[in-house]
């Protein structure tokens, strides 16, 4: 796997980004510590948790409650929560992204994707979210940029990667879609 710096101004990003859609996969992450982990040795990243904006929980009660804490949260046992990854992606047609656990959170922690592998399209332009859940016994604690969970895309395009608020809150203009933001249940079940 390729993975290449994007240009950081805006002026510069809206020239380059026409010449890029069809040649890779583009991450662009609202600031520099939320940047996922590149891997050099696969073609994932690890990705980090964005408690800057806030979490929709959901307790063994199923009972759904929202949090604004902003540097760490507590996850319960037997509770889920829909965690922001503080970036949003670009794919070619054809293209999708999985969001697996990481092993040693799910070993040591018992925390894990719920619906693994997470699967994300190629048209889907929201921020990317992981859905964590607790299966241990006692309370987890998630601080802010904490590496919770690894992204793996199918297909082997280079990845242009690089943080910057400005791109991340105007990402729809760059890369439009019919989809757009709609994400998590969105789609129904029938």
């Not at 040591?108 to 619906?115: F, P, R, S, V, Y």
């Not at 399209?121 to 969970?149: M, P, Q, W």
Request: a neutral charge; hydrophobic letters at 35%.
């Amino acid at each position: 796997m390729e993975f290449r710096a994007i240009p950081g101004s805006l002026d510069e990003f809206k020239h380059w980004v026409g010449t890029i859609k069809e040649l890779g996969i583009v991450i662009i992450a609202k600031s520099e510590e939320l940047l996922p982990v590149v891997k050099y040795d696969s073609n994932g990243i690890d990705c980090k948790a964005d408690l800057s904006e806030s979490i929709l929980f959901r307790s063994k009660s199923n009972k759904e409650y929202s949090s604004e804490e902003k540097e760490r949260e507590f996850l319960f046992p037997m509770e889920r929560a829909l965690v922001s990854l503080g970036f949003k992606v670009y794919m070619p047609r054809n293209c999708y992204m999985d969001i697996r656990p990481r092993s040693g959170l799910a070993w040591k922690n018992g925390i894990t994707i719920l619906n693994s592998p997470g699967f994300v399209d190629n048209d889907y332009r929201n921020t990317v979210k992981a859905l964590l859940i607790n299966f241990s016994a006692v309370e987890f604690e998630l601080h802010h940029g904490d590496r919770i969970c690894q992204a793996v895309f199918s297909e082997n395009y280079p990845i242009y990667i690089g943080a910057s608020k400005e791109i991340f809150e105007r990402f729809d203009e760059f890369f439009p879609s019919k989809r757009g933001k709609r994400g998590f249940g969105s789609t129904g079940v029938r």
